[in-house]
């Protein structure tokens, strides 16, 4: 049987030495173990290992059935996924300088088109004779936009989705609007995530129309968007206290030599926190490209970006679990979206629910946020959302017909989750929740 992820995390410090990675500078980091340059994890590693590029995630080849209630029958699903591989999101004041390849995004056509109209594509070009050229690479991307590398472990994990809820389970036995609503945020990337989905759960999908629901951008809960002065007021509080401003203080060496060989010297968005340098490295090695080199030759070292990776765990652990009040910013900042989750269960246990499969596609923030609230960060600390990182709350009917939720993170039954009764988990979502959201967000 697989061990889970925290009884594996709990090994860290031993797998880090043996394999050399780098722990960061400070001692209290979590190690930036796992893999970050490729979307297949190594056969010589778990399955369930952390790949930033490529997330583990429900699968028929190690997935069980819950242990304690063989005769459970799977009655209802809501899951919940980050996007898979992109472009970087963040650009350098001198990005073009900072890529030895062009990115090349020609290999995977961009539909956009109004019903009714022709079925166009753009097609994205940085022209050589461009007087701007300087801020964005060479080639054929946009900045954020899914690799066909990203479409493709798209297509994975829906094989790997259907192969365990369809061919294992039966749960769902086609790809249809009736059984799957599907919701995702309004980024270009995460409807594209969905097609792919979607094709690998049924490939004759590639032809067919299916729709997803999206939020108008400003009130979307997903990413999530919608405003919150209270809850950005909470986070700068706790992002000027010691627990966060020391590990910035701490590694001051090895911002000097980043800002040096990138040019990111002065500028608050990439000195406030590790964001945007986890970014811009974790988009190159996941896609196959080289760390970034300056113009004068020198390149952003294996060890720094290791360094990088880990830090960006500790920021994303702390401001959206560990952090005093990091509880009352993620209920405020996500309750909209806890709120609809807690409806969806409601609403199955009323019998009015018309779906068998809610699917949500998001982001990093989306991940941590449930992470967190659903409490899994009680078990451990969080790392960083890998790409395509993956959350399934299942709702099981046992013989007597009571209802169980387990809830899946990255492919592995949540221990302390695994079987919770479905009205103490609607109680715990709506704990999450706060009782006049808009009020508290918008209350000084
Ligand atoms: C990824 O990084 C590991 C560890 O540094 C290295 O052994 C491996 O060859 C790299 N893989 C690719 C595909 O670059
Ligand atoms: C990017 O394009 C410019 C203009 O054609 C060229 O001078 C430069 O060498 C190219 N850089 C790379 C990395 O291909
Ligand atoms: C947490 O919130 C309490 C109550 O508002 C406040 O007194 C405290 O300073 C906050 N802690 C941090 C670290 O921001
Ligand atoms: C490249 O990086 C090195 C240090 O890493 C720095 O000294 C040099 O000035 C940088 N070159 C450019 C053109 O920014």
Not at 22 to 29: P, V, W, Y
Not at 62 to 86: D, Q
Request: glycine share 8%; hydrophobic share 40%.
């Amino acid at each position: 049987m697989a061990i889970t992820f925290w009884q594996w995390a709990a090994h860290l410090p031993l797998l880090c030495s043996l394999v050399g990675l780098a722990s960061g500078d400070n001692g209290k980091l979590a190690s930036a173990h796992g893999v970050y340059n490729s979307s297949v994890t190594p056969d010589t590693l778990p399955w369930n290992t952390y790949n930033y590029c490529n997330a583990p995630h429900v699968n028929a080849k190690h997935y069980s059935r819950p242990p304690n209630a063989p005769h459970a029958r799977l009655v209802y699903l809501n899951t919940v996924i980050r996007h898979h591989k992109r472009t970087p999101d963040n650009l350098y004041p001198s990005e073009n300088e900072l890529n030895s390849a062009p990115w090349e995004c020609a290999d995977f056509l961009e539909f956009s088109y109004g019903g009714g109209g022709a079925h166009i594509f753009h097609k994205t070009d940085s022209p050589p004779w461009h007087p701007f050229l300087s801020q964005i690479w060479n080639g054929t991307c946009d900045e954020g936009q899914l690799t066909k590398g990203g479409l493709e472990d798209a297509i994975r994990h829906g094989q790997d989705f259907w192969s365990v809820y369809h061919h294992e389970l039966g749960f769902l036995t086609s790809v249809n609007e009736q059984d799957i609503f599907i919701r995702t945020s309004t980024e270009t990337r995460t409807f594209q995530v969905a097609g792919g989905v979607l094709v690998g759960m049924d490939p004759s999908m590639a032809t067919k129309t299916f729709p997803v629901t999206t939020q108008p951008s400003p009130i979307d809960s997903i990413p999530p968007r919608y405003p919150c002065p209270r809850a950005d007021a909470i986070r700068s509080a706790f992002q000027a206290v010691p627990a966060w401003t020391d590990h910035l203080a701490t590694n001051t060496a090895l911002k000097t030599r980043l800002d040096a060989t990138l040019g990111t010297a002065g500028l608050d968005a990439w000195a406030s926190w590790y964001d945007h340098f986890f970014d811009t490295f974790s988009s190159r090695t996941c896609n196959g490209h080289p760390l970034p080199c300056n113009s004068s030759g020198a390149c952003v070292s294996d060890a720094d970006a290791a360094t990088v990776f880990a830090i960006g765990d500790f920021e994303y652990n702390y401001i959206w679990n560990a952090a005093e009040n990091a509880t009352a910013y993620s209920q405020l900042d996500f309750g909209v979206f806890m709120l609809e989750l807690a409806q969806n269960f409601k609403l199955f246990r009323s019998g009015g629910e018309p779906h068998k499969l809610r699917f949500y596609v998001g982001h990093d923030g989306t991940m941590i946020r449930l992470a967190a609230l659903l409490g899994i960060g009680k078990l451990g600390p969080l790392r960083w959302p890998a790409l395509g990182s993956e959350i399934v709350m299942e709702v099981w009917a046992d013989e007597s017909q009571a209802h169980f939720v387990r809830v899946m993170h990255e492919g592995t039954p949540v221990h302390a989750l695994s079987w919770t009764p479905l009205d103490a988990f609607i109680e715990a979502l709506e704990h999450q929740i706060p009782s006049d959201l808009f009020a508290e967000c918008t209350s000084n």
